[in-house]
DNA sequence: GTCTATACTCTGATAGAC
DNA sequence: GTCTATCAGAGTATAGAC
């Protein structure tokens, strides 16, 4: 039975989970040519033609993925209610992606460096579901706006400075730490801030 | 004589100039490990042997790159001047580093790309100038916020933010693109939205 | 200073034994 | 299903002619 047909025994999928987790590591700190199945292999245990019997080719696993990494990435915001109370929609929006940065730095990476390097593998995707969803809720901000609920500003940046400065603890961690330095927890911290930030960016009073 | 040392011909500085050029364009997309100087060397219309000729190995010449990077990214930072108004001198940083994120996407995305690594070239500049002068100025700024001059906030935070927010319209530029759709200038935009959203969070009236 | 030729290593992928 | 052995091609770097 091919290992790509379900269903697979407990040690395929065992297998198959070691691998992706490994290839996350790897194309997320390297980048898709960087990356090497050697390093990957090893990282997960396995000699490279066995890593090769699950996934017929590096592609296959880069694609594997991301497949499922936009919509895991889009759903935050994909919960944003349009009946909810405004400032409770965005800040819970805010949080969530703060969470998924947090909860899942490798992700964010991997999307990070796919964009960087002008999304060969995504831009479909990006230019389709992404696109779409975030006319979507530009929308129900606008709406939001001109019901004088929130501050007006422009929503779609909007968007993009919650997806800015919540990435931006993911991606550049390291830099983050290095200038906190230690005795800092950069999340909760972060979170203190942002709340702070679109509570005022938001202000009706505006 | 070699052309590591100076003074170099014209000959010698033009071609120096055509290698960085094709390495800045290289190393920012596929970073250091994805990148080759077969890529590099037809790139700046040379051949590989020549292209090592003036330099050494493809660490030199990515060297060569990060060396100054740093401190042409921590410029803007650095013009911010503490007897200065406090509104002005953060909205200059701010429309500086957006200039330069426009100007200069590759060498963001050098940059990004380096610390998404986790900065394995650039850690010893990060931990220490770059935080020396993050504190410097977080000092500033917090002086300006006892002063009531702007409204408090975590300094350092918002030093990050003023990054992330201009940051990401360099980095993430396809995806910017792809979701505003043609018609539109990214910075253009960026700029009024960010002068909106500092000019609200550090109103002295929170 | 620049080229051709080449040494040597790494990398993705396959063959075939077990 | 997993391993050893191996291939072809790409990759960094060097030697040496001109």
Redesign the interface.
């Known amino acids: 039975m091919s290992p790509n047909a379900r269903p697979r025994s407990r040690i395929q999928q065992r297998n198959r989970e070691l691998i992706l987790d490994a290839a996350l590591e790897v194309f997320s ?7 090497t199945l050697d390093q990957i292999a090893e990282m997960a245990g396995l000699s490279k033609p066995n890593l090769l019997y699950y996934f017929p080719s590096k592609e296959e696993v880069h694609k594997a993925l991301l497949t499922g990494l936009l919509d895991t990435w889009l759903d935050p915001l994909r919960a944003m209610d349009p009946a909810g109370d405004p400032r409770v929609e965005i800040m819970g929006y805010v949080r969530r992606k703060l969470d998924l940065a947090r909860d899942f730095p490798r992700e964010s ?1 991997l999307f ?2 796919e ?5 060969p593998r995504m ?1 479909e995707a ?2 389709g579901d ?2 779409r969803l ?1 006319e979507e809720k530009a929308v129900v901000l606008s709406r939001w706006m001109d019901g004088g609920r929130i ?1 007006r ?2 929503p ?3 968007i ?2 919650i ?3 919540t ?3 993911a ?2 961690d ?3 730490r ?4 230690p005795g800092h927890d950069p999340f909760v ?2 979170g ?2 942002l709340e ?2 679109f509570a ?2 938001l ?1 009706p009073v ?1």
């Open positions: 700190t390297h980048g898709f040519r960087g990356a990476r990070a460096v964009v960087l390097q002008g999304a831009r990006i230019e992404l696109r975030v501050a500003v422009d779609v940046h909007l993009f400075s997806w800015a400065l990435q931006h603890y991606d550049f390291v830099q983050v290095a200038v906190l330095g911290e972060a203190r801030f702070i930030l005022r960016l202000d505006h």
